[in-house]
Each structure stands twice: as structure tokens, then as C-alpha cells.
Nanobody, 122 residues
Framework: QVQLVESGGGLVQPGGSLRLSCAAS????????MGWYRQAPGKQRELVAQ???????KYADSVKGRFTISKDNAKNTVYLQMNSVKLEDTAVYYC????????????????WGQGTQVTVSS
């Protein structure tokens, strides 16, 4: 099994900052990319930010310049630093890993965390 455990969500005021963490563990052969998605009530899940094994990053237009994704390869952990948050950043944030598991080294799978709530409110 592969587990993704998120932490760091909570309540933050507009303009404030929050840092999310996600640690991957279990039967992992290799992680090709890790990222953060979010889903607000009544909306579809959307990509927030992604980082590849080589360190390349991709961001949603709505968070560029405000959010920064980073990773610690030794810990199989990805972080999302959220600055200058806005009311519209309120959502459940999900960690994702595109990884090859030990039990099927010829295929890549998408693994998901349980989600962490981020609420931006004054």
C-alpha cells in the first residue's frame, strides 16, 4: 500500500499564510510527481500546483505568485506554501502522487491523500 498523509490545514484570515505538508510512505518504487489539488463546495477538483521528480513546477493561474510548491526527496514529502490567501482559496486540499508501486513496477498510479480543509475567513 501507498499512503499520503496531509497536515497543515486550518482557518486563516485573508492576506495570511498557511503551509501544507504531505508525506508519502509505503510500497513506493519511484515517485514521478507530487502535487496539490483542491475542491470547493459545488465545484470540480482542480490542480493547484505540481512538482516533478526533476523539480519542474506547474501552477494554476489563480495561485501564481502567491503559492509555492516544494519537496524533500529524502522524506518523500511535498509542501505548499500559501501566501496572500484569498476567500476563494477556501477548499479541501488534496495531495496527489503519481508513483510507481513496488507491486507493479511497470505502471504508474495516482495516489491521493484524505484531504485537509483550508478556510479563509475574517
Amino acid at each position: 500500500q501507498v499512503q499520503l498523509v496531509e497536515s497543515g490545514g486550518g482557518l486563516v484570515q485573508p492576506g495570511g499564510s498557511l503551509r501544507l505538508s504531505c508525506a508519502a510512505s509505503g510500497s513506493i518504487f519511484v515517485i514521478n510527481a507530487m502535487g496539490w489539488y483542491r475542491q470547493a463546495p459545488g465545484k470540480q477538483r482542480e490542480l493547484v500546483a505540481q512538482i516533478s521528480s526533476g523539480g519542474g513546477t506547474k501552477y494554476a493561474d489563480s495561485v501564481k505568485g502567491r503559492f509555492t510548491i516544494s519537496k524533500d526527496n529524502a522524506k518523500n514529502t511535498v509542501y505548499l506554501q500559501m501566501n496572500s490567501v484569498k476567500l476563494e482559496d477556501t477548499a479541501v486540499y488534496y495531495c496527489n502522487a503519481a508513483a510507481v508501486p513496488n507491486w507493479d513496477p511497470d505502471h504508474e498510479y495516482d495516489f491521493w491523500g484524505q484531504g485537509t480543509q483550508v478556510t479563509v475567513s475574517s
